[in-house]
């Protein structure tokens, strides 16, 4: 049985859609949609526009998980034209990550700023904490290489934290990737079918 059903993806609020960012993001989202997947994103511009656009294009269901601030000054909020099946409103912004982390049954992380770095250190902190029956990371790009290399060296990574993520250059790699994921749950499932699954 099927284990890996929604995809929530994570990345620049700020990316225009000339911005290079914004097509790799749209690209992956259609072609990881058109394999089956729901795509669950912020509901708001930049990636999460352009990867609800992409699963739109593939014939695909989009999630938004948003909420309506009165007091943030740097949140980008929720875009209209951000093409939503339905829209999950959350109370804040911390019940908004953590919703978007609990739909997901996997995450694809494209480049980002602040933001895209604390949602990111969160999946992978969870990711490690549920170490065996965790929801899988696809960290999208190269660069992450880089950025994992520092950390390995910055700070104190231990060795199951390298192992909930897999690093991912196009969308058919993000999709084998995935594969490779499930048939880990799969076999997981089978060996502890007496452990419940990691849910928020």
């Given at each position: 049985?099927?284990k890996i ?16 960012l914004?097509k790799e993001?749209?690209e992956?989202a259609?072609y990881l ?17 352009a990867?609800s656009?992409?699963a ?17 000054t740097?949140y980008?909020g929720?875009?209209p034209?951000n093409p939503?099946?339905?829209e999950?409103k959350?109370?804040n ?24 770095i604390?949602?990111?250190g969160?999946a992978?902190g969870?990711?490690r ?9 696809i960290?999208?790009g ?9 950390f390995?060296?910055?700070m104190?990574?231990?060795p199951e934290?390298?192992?909930v ?6 969308p ?5 990737q995935i594969q490779?994921?499930?048939q880990?749950?799969i ?11 990691f849910?928020?």
């Amino acid at each position: 049985m099927k284990k890996i059903k929604q995809i929530s993806y994570f990345g620049f609020a700020d990316a225009a859609q000339n911005d290079p960012l914004y097509k790799e993001a749209y690209e992956c989202a259609k072609y990881l949609t058109s394999k089956g997947y729901v795509c669950i994103n912020g509901g708001g511009p930049g990636i999460m526009k352009a990867v609800s656009e992409g699963a739109k294009a593939a014939g695909g269901t989009t999630i938004g998980v948003t909420f309506y601030p009165k007091d943030i000054t740097n949140y980008e909020g929720r875009d209209p034209s951000n093409p939503l099946d339905q829209e999950v409103k959350m109370a804040n912004y911390l019940e908004r990550t953590l919703k978007l982390l609990e739909l997901g049954d996997a995450y694809v992380i494209f480049r980002g700023g602040t933001g895209t770095i604390s949602e990111f250190g969160m999946a992978w902190g969870l990711a490690r904490l549920y170490f065996g029956h965790h929801k899988p990371l696809i960290l999208y790009g190269e660069f992450w290489n880089e950025v994992i290399m520092s950390f390995q060296k910055n700070m104190r990574i231990r060795p199951e934290d390298t192992k909930v993520y897999k690093v991912a250059d196009s969308p058919e790699e993000a999709y084998e990737q995935i594969q490779i994921f499930e048939q880990a749950l799969i076999s997981q499932n089978h060996a502890h079918s007496e452990e419940k699954p990691f849910q928020l």
